[in-house]
């Protein structure tokens, strides 16, 4: 099993920043390729960013390429999402998850584990 506690969300004006974290513990988070979904309100969750392993191979969504940038640190067992020129349409809830790199393709098509998110609001 995997634990993850997403951080970092908040109130922001548009063409703000935040960076969200997701702090992984249980097993070994190097093994593990991480991404980023968020969910909006009477909207289905979506995918936003993913990366690998390794940190070597990055991942996104067109709604997000550009703007936002997903990096991990594999000694602090921590993902982050940088958010950059935020619009009002990114307001949802950031959710972070994870899936066993040997176990899936590139970029991953399912994750097994996930946190219970964090709420980003992006004010006009």
């Known amino acids: 099993q995997v634990q993850l506690v997403e951080s970092g969300g908040g109130l922001v004006q548009a063409g703000g920043s935040l960076r969200l974290s997701c702090a992984a513990s249980?097993?070994?988070?190097?093994?593990?390729?991480m991404g980023w979904f968020r969910q909006a309100p009477g909207k289905e969750r979506e995918f936003a960013a993913a990366i690998s392993w390794s940190g070597g191979s990055t991942y996104y969504a067109d709604s997000v390429k550009g703007r936002f940038t997903i990096s991990r640190n594999n000694a602090k067992n921590t993902v982050y999402l940088q958010m950059n020129s935020l619009k009002p349409e990114d307001t949802a809830v950031y959710y972070c998850?994870?899936?066993?790199?040997?176990?899936?393709?590139?970029?991953?098509?399912?994750?097994?584990?996930w946190g219970r998110g964090t709420q980003v609001t992006v004010s006009s």
């Open positions: 998850a994870a899936v066993l790199a040997y176990e899936s393709s590139w970029p991953p098509r399912r994750y097994d584990y």
């Open positions: 249980g097993r070994t988070f190097s093994n593990y390729a």
